[in-house]
């Protein structure tokens, strides 16, 4: 079945740092979407990519869709506390399958 | 705009018992999705309906049931409780299915003893 494996699990950074965070799928994809899930929260949508090889920037965030559509990351400039949370990617064709998650704790 | 609501936030029961969970999603959204969150697996997805009907399936045994209502609302029901059923059920609304993208709940917290 399909697969959405997400990488690094966990990720540790000082503030001001970069930070990123990779999903790779066994199958094409028709889109790949990420959401954010503060620590005690809920997983809240931050974007939506559908096109080969489409970039998309939210102020300190940019998103990028591979070529094959079958692998995505998102890029984090400038790390600030208020990035703490759970990073998920989610795609699929008919089904979606998220990913495993990234853990990123920003130490101040 | 009224968010996704689920009832209850929190809930206790005993191995062997059941429990019904509540979804209201966002008005105008008829696809209501389904997610059992634990630590170790993550975000695994259960069931999907849209208009009433059932239009996507997980891997959860058929103690995991569900049903949508003509308002949009959704129960999910777990029968016979297990240790292992203890997670974070979270409930996901869509205009139209998951590629529109999902707005979550704020889930309910089971926890089975």
């Known amino acids: 079945g399909q697969q959405v494996m997400q990488i690094p699990q966990y990720q540790h950074v000082q503030e001001g740092e970069d930070f990123t965070t990779y999903c790779n799928s066994s199958?094409?994809?028709?889109?790949i979407q990420w959401y954010k899930q503060r620590p005690g929260g809920h997983p809240v949508f931050l974007i939506q990519?559908?096109?080969?090889?489409e970039v998309k920037k939210q102020k300190r965030l940019t998103f990028q869709f591979g070529e094959a559509k079958k692998n995505s990351s998102l890029h984090i400039t400038a790390t600030q506390t208020t990035d703490v949370g759970t990073y998920f990617c989610?795609?699929?064709?008919?089904?979606?399958?998220f990913g495993i998650g990234t853990k990123l704790q920003v130490i101040p | 705009k009224a968010g996704v609501t689920q009832t209850p936030r929190y809930l206790i029961k005993t191995r062997g018992q059941q429990v019904t969970l509540s979804c209201s999603p966002i008005?105008?959204?008829?696809?209501v999705s389904w997610y059992q969150q634990t630590p170790g697996q993550g975000l695994q997805f259960l069931f999907e309906?849209?208009?009433?009907?059932?239009?996507n399936k997980g891997n959860f045994p058929g103690r995991f049931s569900g049903r949508q209502f003509s308002n949009s609302r959704s129960e999910m029901n777990v029968s016979t409780l297990e240790l292992g059923d203890s997670a974070l059920y979270l409930c996901?609304?869509?205009?139209?299915?998951?590629?529109?993208?999902?707005?979550f709940g704020s889930g309910t917290r089971l926890t089975v003893v």
């Open positions: 996901a609304s869509s205009s139209q299915g998951w590629d529109y993208g999902y707005t």
């Open positions: 199958t094409t994809l028709s889109n």
């Open positions: 990519l559908v096109k080969s090889g």
């Open positions: 989610a795609g699929g064709y008919q089904k979606v399958t």
């Open positions: 008005s105008g959204h008829r696809s």
């Open positions: 309906y849209f208009s009433e009907t059932q239009r």
